[in-house]
């Protein structure tokens, strides 16, 4: 469930429809285990969707996944959640600082695919700035 809510998260942004529900699933889960003991080894990836959402302060789900972290805090307690939240953090911290240094190394091992992709950056930079001087212009005709 959880990496439902990813993938949509990073491919598509602006529609919250399985993150919502990703969400309102751990608050029941979490809500119809009566030992909560039993929940702690995977609290930290459970909360790492709701962690990204209530850190990004807005967006189409900022409010359910608030929400659900107070519930959480309510059910699990403050210290429980927080070292989960903690753990979600430094994880995606951690995966982070991975992907850089390969993307370092591989800039290192492998310069002229660095090249090319540098160069295809800046051709499509270039063009979405185009682009927006054209729709300007356009805009600026119709009005005069």
Do not use: C
Request: glycine fraction near 4%.
């Amino acid at each position: 469930m959880v990496s439902v809510a990813n993938v949509e998260a990073s491919q598509n942004p602006t529609v919250a429809l399985k993150r919502g529900l990703v969400f309102k699933w751990t608050g029941a889960l979490v809500n119809g285990i009566e030992d909560h003991s039993l929940l702690t080894p995977y609290l930290s990836t459970l909360v790492g969707p709701l962690h990204r959402e209530v850190k990004n302060d807005q967006g189409p789900v900022y409010e359910l996944a608030s929400e659900v972290v107070n519930f959480l805090r309510t059910k699990l307690g403050n210290e429980v959640l927080s070292a989960a939240l903690i753990a979600a953090e430094k994880s995606r911290t951690v995966k982070k600082i991975k992907r850089k240094r390969e993307a370092a190394l591989s800039a290192i091992a492998n310069p002229e695919t660095q090249t090319k992709k540098k160069v295809k950056m800046n051709l499509a930079k270039r063009e979405k700035i185009r682009a927006k001087k054209e729709a300007k212009a356009s805009l600026k005709k119709k009005t005069d």
